[in-house]
């Protein structure tokens, strides 16, 4: 069955610094996977997905993730960070037609 | 500016009460699903539907979890008797058409607290 972990609970990052959450998967079918942002009190918003085709992808708010098989990875960057991004962040696979989600990464920006 | 709706907002029991939430997916969305969300267990798909219809519930205690969709615009989800491990987070999110690969939109969620 396909799975997602996400490395790190909490990131905290510096406004104007590199953001780097970490989101590994397991799959025996070539995974299609999804990154989420959840923004205090409020529910997901779908971030950027990988179905097939060009493994960087550019996603909303200047977030981008690259899948790499040979890593069994999907991680989610952005080169500089903003207060707003400060949210948590959850990496997301399709198994049999439904979305499972890793245990989420929180992320603060300080000023 | 389209967005599913959620009633209500928060919501606090006793043990052993029903509860029902309410869901209003985006006009014209044909899939809907509920979401548990809990700091123990993360996310957790609890039911989804296609054109009305359940296509998976195992996500669902049985015993005392129902989810209906009464009609195009209104899914429910009804808790009897409701116990304090119900207590969570519930996101009901809909979508358009019939791969999981569409965007699932989420509403703002009910936050039930069961005492």
């Known amino acids: 069955a396909q799975s997602v972990t996400q490395l790190g609970s909490h990131v905290s990052v510096s406004e104007g610094a590199l953001v780097l959450l970490r989101c590994n998967y397991s799959?025996?079918?070539?995974?299609?996977l999804f990154w989420y942002v959840q923004y205090p009190n409020q529910g997901l918003q779908l971030l950027l997905k990988?179905?097939?085709?060009?493994?960087l992808v550019k996603g909303i708010n200047g977030f981008e993730a690259e899948f790499k098989k040979s890593e069994t990875s999907f991680h989610l960057t952005k080169p500089s960070a903003h207060m707003s991004d400060a949210a948590e962040y959850f990496c997301?696979?399709?198994?049999?037609?439904?979305?499972?989600f890793g245990t989420g990464t929180r992320l603060q920006v300080f000023p | 500016d389209a967005r599913v709706t959620q009633t209500p907002r928060h919501k606090v029991t006793e043990m052993g009460q029903e509860v029902t939430m309410r869901c209003q997916p985006i006009l014209g969305h044909n899939t809907v699903f509920w979401y548990r969300q809990t700091m123990m267990q993360g996310l957790e798909l609890l039911a989804y539907?296609?054109?009305?219809?359940?296509?998976?519930d195992s996500g669902m205690p049985k015993d005392r979890f129902s989810a209906e969709m009464p009609d195009a615009t209104l899914a429910t989800l009804k808790i009897q008797p409701s116990e304090p491990r119900d207590s969570a987070v519930y996101f009901c999110?809909?979508?358009?058409?019939?791969?999981?690969?569409?965007?699932?939109?989420f509403g703002p969620g009910t936050r039930l607290t069961v005492l």
């Open positions: 997301a696979v399709i198994n049999t037609d439904k979305l499972i």
């Open positions: 539907f296609r054109n009305r219809a359940p296509l998976d």
């Open positions: 990988y179905t097939t085709g060009a493994t």
């Open positions: 999110a809909s979508g358009s058409g019939t791969s999981y690969l569409n965007e699932q939109f």
């Open positions: 799959s025996s079918v070539p995974p299609y």
